[in-house]
């Protein structure tokens, strides 16, 4: 893994709330001068190795929760409408729910990512 992956990768893992790529920009700034480009390079690195996801509605990184890095997984991911907070969510059986699913256009659902919101019990 380069350097700067690592650092972006730590950034993520020392913040239990899910990071948007500024707040990532900045705590990564403070260890070493970069770039915001690879800083953005980095980023995209770690999701195409499947080591954290983006959740396309909060826009912000969370690092993955299995430890078997070998292959990338669909995440589905469970964002607080109030918080913010984000968990990954046990994959298996969303895939098998989609694949049993028709719709119009044959999806085939191999690849997927998919956001569920909702409230977690802090702010019920
Ligand atoms: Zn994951
Ligand atoms: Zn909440």
Redesign the pocket.
Known sequence: MKHNDDLVLNVIKANAKPLTAYEILSKVQKVKKIQPMSVYRSLKNLQTQ?KI?KSNQSKSFLL???NDHEHV?N?VLVICNDCGKTE?LE?NSFSKLLANLKTKAQFQFQNFQMEVSSTCKGCN
Do not use: I, L, S
């Open positions: 499947g996801h993955c929760n299995e997984h995440p990954e994959v």
